[in-house]
Every structure is written in C-alpha cells, then in structure tokens.
C-alpha cells in the first residue's frame, strides 16, 4: 500500500458522464470512518464479436477497426482475445467504445456487418461490468491512493484513483450507518393518493433511537416542523447530516419513497437523497420497480423477506410479529385519518407511537435479515442493493458472470425470444411424490437428502459443457439417457461443490459455537445464504431465461433424484419401516408398535447403512421426531414437534390470499388434532367460529381478504375482487400499480362478489356478508382437513355433532 493511502469498504458503484467521458464513481466509507467517493475514469464498456463462418478473427479485427465501421460505431480499441466456450477455446475481437450509451446503436451497427456472427456480453451493465472486471468485492476493502481532487459532493473525501486495488477484507453489518424510514399518510379511503393525500409524519429510527416528525400537531416527543414541505426539508436535512449509508423501508420502493418524492415536488421541493445531493429517482420494475439513492444503499425489506421467509401474509406486522415473538401497535387507515382530523394532542400521540413502532419493527427485522443479505452480496459479488433486489435465479446468474470472467469463459447470452418461446414450451418431469397415508398418524421420523439437487449436480457433474462427451458415453449415465463427463470437471459442478463445502464446514462449526453469540449469527447468516444460493442451481438450469440454461441438465438432476428417494423408499420398507409419505427428498416413516427413543434409534441405524451405499456427496440425514402429525394429500400436511411446534405445508394456514378468520380457524382446527388427536374438538371449533360470524361478533380486520396486483390493472381479464375493487379505486383517484396491495371485506347483496369488495376503510361489521364468509372463507380450508375424519360440510354449518367413525379416524 502507497505511503498515504487508505483502506476503504464498498458501499455503491454508479457512473455518470462528464464531458462526454464515462467516470465510474466508487462510494463508501474509509477504515476511519470517512465517507468517500473513489473517481476512475479509464474504465470504458466492451463486447465480443465472433467472427462468421468463412471469415476469420484477423479478418473480422481487420474489418472493424477501419474507419466506416469503427467511427460511427464509437469504437476506440479493438483486439483479439481467447475465451473458454463449453470446453472449447475460441478466438474473438474485443472491441472497445468510448461510453456506454453508444453500446446499443453500436452492437447494432456490427450486427449488420457479413462477418459478425453473433455479439457477446454486451448486455452486462457497465457498473457492472466494472465490479466483475476489477475484481471489486461490494462490501470489501479498496486501497485508495493518496490522489485527492476538488470535494464536489457531500462526502469527507474526493479520490481520483483510476481502476482501485482490491482486499479480502469485507465490513460487518454494525459497520454501515442504518437509517429506517416510515411514513403516515392522512388517507381520505381505499389506498393513500400522493397526489390528494397528505404525508403527516415520518418515522426514523438509527442507533441512537427513534425519532418522529410532523407539523401542524404537538405532544410527547414529536419533532414539530412548520409544514409538511418543512418536515419532508427536514428528512432530507438528517440524511445528510447523519451520513447515513444505509437507507430501509419496508414496502419503501413502491410506496413511502414514490411518494416522498411526490409529496415533496407538491410542495415545491427536490427530495434530494443522494451523495450528490442528487434527486431521488424512480426506475420501473417487474413488480415493484425501484427508488434510487445514488451513493447511498437503498434497501426495501419486502422482497428479501418474501424470499426467505414462508409466511401466511408479509405484512410489516405479521412479520415482525413472527421475528421477535412481540405484537407491535396497531392503526388502520380510517383510525389515522381521524385521530390527525381530531386535532387532539393525545390523538397526535398515539399516531406517533404507531409510526415509532412501524420504524422500529422495520429496523428489528433489517437486523435480522441484513447479515444473510450481506453474505449473499460477498457471495455474488453484487451491489447489496442490487442483491436485495434479486431473485434467487438472478443470484446465481451473477455469480456464475462473475466466476467466468475470472476463468476466461465466454458468457452466454440472454435467449432471443424465440429461443425463450421454445424454452417454455419445454418440460420434463419433476421430483417423485408419494401418495400419503391420509389422516392422523403417530410417532414419525422424518429423513431428508441434505441439499439433495445440489449434491447430484456436484456428484453426478451435471453441466452443459459436460453433457453427452465423447469420452465416457457409457459412464455416468443419468435415469434419461444423457451422459455426463467423469474426465473434465463442469464450470457449474465446480463453484456448486465449493458452495456445498463451505457450507459443510459452518454448520460444524456451529455446532460446537454457544447459543445466543455473535459468532452463531454470524455463522447462521453464512450458511443461510449459502442454502439460499446452492439449492437455487437446479432451478436456474430450467430457467427459461438462464444464459446457463439446459433442459437436459435439468430433467437429468430431476431424474436422479426421483432414483434416489426411491431407494430410500424401498430399503426402509425392506428393514421394517412403514413409508407414511414421501415428497422430492424427504421420507417420513414409522415402524408399528415403535416410539420415541425406540424409533429414533432404529431410524439413526437405517441412516448409517443407507448412506455407507449413496455416492459422492449425496447424504440422507434425521430431520426430526413428531409425535403426531395428519396428511391430507400430496403436499398438504401437518406435523407437532415435541416442544409443541406445528409445521405446515401446502394448507390454508400458510396463503396469502384468505382472511385471518379463516387461518385462525384452520390453525386451531390443526392444533385440537395435532395436540389432542381430537377431531370432534376440532370440528366444535369450526362451529364456535361459523356461530361468531353469524352473530357478527367478529372484528373487521379478521375478515379482511389481501392480494397483490402481480400484473398491471390493464392486464388482467377477469375481474377478480381485488380486481374489481382496484379498478373502482383507480376511477376514484387512487394510485394502482403493479405490485400494489389490494385489501377488501365483502359486504352483504346479491350479484357479483367483486362488485361487492369494499376497502377496508369503508367496511363495517353490519355490513359484511355472512354467508360468503361461512361458505367460501371458513368452510373449504377446514373440510380440507376435517373430512378425513368423515365430517361433512352441513355437519359445521348448522352446529350439529357427529361421533366420527373408526375408519374415519
């Protein structure tokens, strides 16, 4: 390291352009605490070109640097440089442009030209591009020179470095400056409108504690401004005054920063966030679409929490109540709009401690999903922005871009649509599922394949490049027909096989790390995301979209799997086990007359011999003891654990789209049978339930039905309730957009239910329709359950009793 020059961590990688030149902006923060902005201004976009058929790479080198081609087309250099394709060496033309906005009309341009066959990776964004080729690693260390240039942002130190020197050394997540946000809209009905509806406070909460702003209210400790463009003035103000490298919401990329930046432009401002003290800026997506805070990390906590958890509603709520095991407070929309219309002190008050709780449950739930996060970002080599953003699919792409370029494989391009049409006409068949012994069971072991697709891949060496060699045809042969190469190791079998090691060697090291320390969520987070990005590879091989894409890999790996769960099968039914169900890569089984300890025991000696005869690193492992568990269908069940804990899969309990009255009901008809084996108890529930809707004894929000719009309003061609209720709000003014949360409560009339969806706002317990609730809310998902046990819908309905029959149990 240069005399002078410091260490700094990666926080955000941008470019903007001056004088017509690209300059790649690095911010973060220095070892000792200074922010900064690292400037490279050699760094300029390429692609590769191959050369056609009949016409070689000098020729094709030849072609491109002459005047005609290279000047319109913006090209500065060009070169020929050797890559790796499916195990062959090629020769390609690198070709070099002055900026990365001429990238598109330049590709185009060549690719008219007779001796271009086809342009790789020249949809690579070039920050991107500048991340994988340096060699940075988001969150890692960059030694920074001792150049310094004219502070012309906001930020303790201007370095004007060219391309940095890169360290394996990465931040912790108590390193970042973390600012959570939540705002409180005064809502007239149905959804907030930024163009109508106020902003009345906003929550901020960092490591110092909580603080709330708002104006025109007094009382507790509200910060009081003059207005709401003074309160919005004065978010922008703590932003930058605290430094903050880290901004979070929940549900932020589609509600509270859009309309932050609305509200603000109402009131004659610029809600300038950036590092730059640039605007905050608003980027479409597949769903959600994106707000952008240049310099700064901007993370929406929904997406990666509907990854990584399976909840019955993502609610902030719902999912911090499932965190931290604490309910936090509570206000619905038409409450807020009247306690802020009451223009009460205490009414102030108690909006405030509900938005003080929004932002604390936030910031509790970044703490528990940031470290996971920050491990997937070291693991990709991506922005933990960007990585927040990404599906698992995408993940893996990034991280295979990045290990390509490192090995000087050519990446394969996106499919046209055309190939992406035929890819998704495409199919294969999926894991093997047993049908189950249906009803109440008792004293289960459940097995299950550790990483069972990842370890076939690693095992069996599944790649594209390794598919059907010519060397070995009659060797490692797949249950398909397809071949896989023994001779030469696969590029994907390779990063996979490290991901499964690493990943064997953390949870070692977790079992001998003391509960409750740092060193076991630091662990924790590692193999979490190691979990996350390993058992994502075979998904990504059938992904239509993959650059890596192969059906044969795919339904080879499906294949193998389906062999080995059925050699699981057989050979505990062949030791005396009784196979109870079966799915993917999970045996549950029970031997008659065995339980517990007994069980357990003869469970442990099947796994020792079974797994002396599995190949490579495919490993059958105990999962757990249930003392009772019922089964409904294939992949629809329900286990209690010892200590009383209920796992669900594939019932009612764990969708999204039915009301918390109906889950709460099926929850309680689960546990009456799970806990007491009591199926008559549990059918008394359903009634006890059927009988408080009927008297209308039930509160509003339990009846509340959530959908997310997943398409634009346009798109869709039925009109669903959700639908037909977003479509009345949009004519009202309401902002509806995809990736919006349409939340409704049937009322009571005839004709169609989604003519009959009301906002929750507008809902009343007098209204809603009570036979709808009973027959469509309350009944299905419990007879889901209720008639294995020979129950019959007009047995709940109108509170008769039944003595369920022996066969029924």
């Known amino acids: 390291m240069k005399p002078g020059s410091r260490t700094g961590f990666v926080h955000e ?24 902005v690292s400037l490279c201004t050699e760094f300029k976009p390429y692609f590769y070109c191959l050369p056609g058929p009949g016409y070689s790479s000098k020729q094709l080198l030849k072609r491109i640097l002459s ?18 394709r499916l195990g062959d060496e090629i020769t390609l033309v690198r070709v070099t442009l002055d900026s990365p906005r001429e990238v598109r009309s330049s590709r185009s341009l060549l690719r008219q030209i007779p001796a271009v066959e086809e342009i790789f990776e020249k949809d690579i964004l070039f920050k991107r591009r500048f ?3 340096t ?12 150049k310094t240039v004219t502070n012309r942002w906001p930020v303790d130190i201007v370095y004007e470095n060219g391309v940095p020197e890169c360290r394996e050394e990465y931040l912790h997540a108590s390193d970042l400056r973390v600012l959570a946000l939540d705002i409180e809209v005064a809502c007239r009905a149905g959804l907030p409108n930024p163009q109508l509806d106020p902003i009345i406070m906003i929550g901020l909460a960092d490591s110092k504690g909580t ?4 104006y025109g209210r007094s009382g507790g400790d509200i910060e ?10 004065r978010f922008s103000t703590i932003v930058r005054e605290g430094d903050y490298d880290l901004l979070l919401g929940y549900n932020s990329d589609s509600f509270d920063l859009p309309y932050l930046r609305t509200r603000a432009r109402k009131n004659g401002l610029r809600l300038c966030l950036g590092r730059d003290l640039s605007e905050l800026t608003y980027q479409p997506g597949s769903v959600m679409g994106r707000s952008i805070i240049r310099g700064r990390i901007n993370i929406d906590l929904y997406p990666p929490v509907r990854r990584m958890l399976n909840l019955p509603t993502y609610k902030l709520s719902e999912v911090y109540s499932h965190l931290s095991g604490r309910e936090k407070e509570e206000l619905e929309v038409g409450e807020i709009r009247d306690l ?11 909006i405030a401690r509900y938005c003080a709780s929004d932002v604390e449950a936030t910031m509790y739930i970044a703490m528990e999903v940031l470290p996971t996060l920050i491990e997937l970002s070291k693991h990709t080599k991506q922005l933990l922005a960007d990585v927040a953003r990404m599906g698992q699919s995408q993940m893996v792409e990034w991280l295979l871009i990045r290990e390509a370029h490192g090995r000087g494989e050519l990446v394969p391009n996106k499919p046209t649509r055309t190939e992406l049409s035929r890819r998704r006409r495409e199919t294969y068949e999926g894991g093997y599922v047993l049908e189950p012994r249906k009803g109440l069971q008792e004293n289960i072991v459940a097995l299950d394949f550790r990483s069972l697709y990842p370890t076939i891949i690693v095992t069996h060496n599944v790649d594209i490049s390794t598919l059907d ?19 030469q190791e696969g590029f994907i079998p390779s990063i996979l096989g490290r991901l499964v090691d690493r990943r064997k060697e953390i949870k070692v090291e977790l079992a001998e790390v003391d509960p409750g320390s740092p060193e076991l969520t630091r662990l924790n987070a590692m193999q979490s995301a190691l979990k996350i990005l390993s058992n994502s590879f075979y998904g990504y091989s059938g992904y239509p979209q993959a650059r890596w894409y192969s059906k044969e890999s795919a339904e080879s790996v499906a294949a193998w799997g389906r062999e080995y769960i059925k050699m699981a099968i057989a050979e505990a039914e062949a030791e005396g086990f009784q196979v109870i169900y079966s799915d993917t890569d999970s045996v549950f089984m029970t031997i008659q007359g065995a339980v517990g300890t007994e069980l357990v025991v003869r469970a442990m000696e099947f796994l020792r011999r079974i797994n002396s005869s599995l190949p490579g690193d495919i490993e059958l492992e105990y999962q757990g003891f249930s003392p009772r568990g019922f089964f409904v269908s294939k992949k629809r069940y329900a286990l209690i654990s010892e200590d009383g804990r209920i796992t669900t899969k594939g019932l009612e309990v764990v969708r999204r789209d039915w009301s918390r009255i109906a889950k709460e009901t099926q929850r309680s008809v689960l546990r009456s049978i799970l806990e007491d084996g009591d199926p008559s108890r549990a059918a008394e529930e359903v009634r006890q339930a059927i009988r408080r809707v009927s008297e209308r004894s039930v509160p509003v929000e339990d009846l509340v039905i959530s959908t997310r719009m997943t398409k634009t309003l346009q798109s869709y061609d039925a009109d669903a309730p959700h639908v037909a209720l977003a479509k009345r709000l949009k004519e009202s003014g309401e902002e509806i957009r995809k990736g919006s949360n349409i939340e409704y409560v049937v009322r009571k009339g005839s004709g169609r239910v989604g003519d009959r969806a009301q906002s929750v706002s507008e809902a009343r317990k007098k209204d809603y329709d009570i036979d709808y609730y009973i027959e469509n809310q309350i009944l299905p998902p419990s007879m889901r359950i209720l008639s294995s046990f020979g129950y019959r819908e007009e047995d709940l309905r109108y509170y008769k009793t039944k003595q369920s029959t022996l066969d029924g149990f």
């Not at 004088?19 to 900064?36: A, K």
């Not at 988001?138 to 001792?146: E, I, K, R, T």
């Open 340 to 350: 802020w219309s009451s223009g009460r002190e205490e009414d102030a008050v108690s």
């Open 131 to 133: 991340i994988i080729d």
């Open 469 to 487: 060699c010519d060397c070995c045809p009659e060797d490692n042969v797949s249950p398909t027909g397809h071949h896989f190469c023994r001779r």
């Open 211 to 214: 603080r709330i702003l708002s």
């Open 135 to 146: 060699g940075i690693n988001p969150l890692g260390a960059v030694v920074l020179g001792n």
């Open 224 to 233: 009081i401004c003059e207005s709401e463009g003074d309160m919005i003035r």
């Open 67 to 84: 005047p005609e081609v290279s000047m319109p087309a913006h090209v500065i250099e060009a070169s020929l440089e050797k890559k790796m």
């Open 13 to 36: 990688v941008d470019y903007i352009s001056e004088d017509g030149n690209p300059v790649i902006r690095v911010f973060g923060r220095t070892e000792d605490d200074n922010s900064f």
